[in-house]
């Protein structure tokens, strides 16, 4: 049985809030990236007990630079994941004080008699996607600071999960079709807003802002409801995770600049995403002519292109040796510690 989804939260006995990172873990600790420290002159948080966001931006460099952080301060939440050939955060079992679920955490919202003015919006988000989508509300959880239940009312945004192959069909349909209407409940991002989620893409990753207003105009998980920024993030039920921690072996093999052509887009809206693809043109390095996928660990790349598109990656080769299917397979993975930020996927 898989214990740890992506987006759910742990909380450790030092006082870190965590994010889980994917659905492959060492059978004694949780793969996870820091999130918030305790901090008395943080702007999260209720009473005497603040928390700050340590996570100064969603980008590599950034979770690099938290992992320093745990270094410094405790050495057992850092390890060389040596299936993946990778130093990664991870939160030992016997650190883990709270283990957090986005649907529990929904649940109990939905249930309460009283709910600040987030919580509200977060209830109303949910019950207009899953009325609309056809989704039962289950399906749903709620992430991010109000999942930790740190989260301010008057600026936090809306983190939702949505669980399951089929309701995230279902949801990413209906938030097409209502994002392209512009109506007055949901909406995309406009103006200022646009502008300064571009530059701060721009600012964090190796694309102009151009690129990343491109990349927006692709997204179906990110928008304003009620004056409310959120996201949605896609989360895989477990019969739909075909593997395990230990199942797989990854190890590096170079890196290369190659253009690709999208062949099936299906798998690239979880995290990781996986977009099965064709080798159009190598523009730097050596990579296989055999490489089958494009995984990103960037959410920003997650969901965005389509079958057809033609797209020009920076990444790492990475050679997967899949031990229970006795084969061994390619890939092109963005967002790797290797590279630290400089890699990227540019729509052409």
Known sequence: MLEFFDHDYIASKDGFIF????YEHPKDAAVAYLKYIESSSGKWGFGKRRFERRLRAYSVPAVL??????????????????LWGIEMSVVPRNLISQHLRPQNRLAEIMEAQHRDKLEELVVQLVELLSKEAGVEARRF???????????????SDIDL????????????ATLRELLSEEGLLVRRFSGSELRSW?????????????????????????????GRMFSVHPIRGEEEVGWRYGDRVYRAKGFAKVVLRVVDDSESSYLPGDYLVDVVEVLEGSPPEDLRTLTTFEGLYGGVFEEGDLVEVFGKVEEVADLRRNEV????????PELAGRDYVKLI
Request: with cysteine.
């Open 141 to 155: 959880g709620v992430t991010g600071s109000v999942l930790a239940g740190i989260h301010n009312p008057s600026f």
């Open 329 to 336: 397979f390619y890939r092109l993975v963005v967002g790797s």
């Open 198 to 226: 571009c530059a701060d893409k721009a600012k964090t990753h190796p694309i102009s802002e151009r690129d990343a207003k491109r990349l927006y105009e692709r997204m179906w998980n990110r928008g304003v409801f009620r």
């Open 65 to 82: 630079d938290t992992i320093n952080f745990l270094r410094e301060r405790n050495s057992r939440y850092v390890r060389l994941l040596e």
């Open 19 to 22: 994010c889980v990172l994917g």
């Open 161 to 172: 999960t949505v669980h399951g192959k089929v309701a995230v069909e279902r949801v990413a």
